[in-house]
């Protein structure tokens, strides 16, 4: 009899543990979903690997900082994602002009885009992988070099720490590399599509 109650007890012990441990782990997956639906970034695929190609995406990195910095005042990433739906044929010209200053006259192509991102770390926190839209910048007809990638909201590419409204999805940015990223990066990861979806496109 109390070793029938000692392995009820164990039992509903257990049933117990793997229900918390099942919540848990769907709050860390609902903080992942909204971080994502948070976050818009900014990505420059460059030309090429040659030195002049990746000089190029640099210099065009800093002109379209200096102009989102001066323009772009959204306060929300519904507000960042519209401004830049907006201002992509103003970005795809700040892009040319920065080529056009160091003679180059390659095509630029700017769009809106929802894509798969490998987790990314940076000097003052972490993003997991997963699917994050994106204002994507391609120099060149088939652009095949390293990228320059930063969050464009919130932080404008300087740091998205303390940025976010909701706390638990500035833990999982900022915080130490712990079991609750692990969760939702390892999801990602198996889950996510790796197709990118543009959304709208410079002309």
Known sequence: ???GCITLGAALALCVGIQALFGWGRAQL?????????????????????????????????????????????????????WAAAHLPDLQ?????????????APVRVQLVEMYFHTTRYPTGVLPAGRYQAVRIDLGAAPYGRNWWCVLYPG???????????????DLVCGQYVLRFKCVETWQRWTASRRDKILIASR
């Open 30 to 82: 609902d903080t992942g979903a909204a971080l994502s639906a948070d976050t818009l970034r900014l990505h420059i695929r460059a030309a090429s690997d040659t030195i002049a190609d990746q000089t190029d995406k640099l210099a065009v990195r800093d002109a379209l900082l200096a102009y989102l910095d001066a323009h772009c005042t959204a306060s929300t990433q519904p507000e960042a994602r519209a």
């Open 93 to 105: 010209l700040a892009a040319a002009g920065a080529l056009a200053r160091r003679g180059s006259f």
């Open 156 to 170: 404008l590419c300087r740091s998205a720490c303390g940025g976010y409204a909701a706390p638990a999805e500035n």
């Open 1 to 3: 009899m109390l070793l």
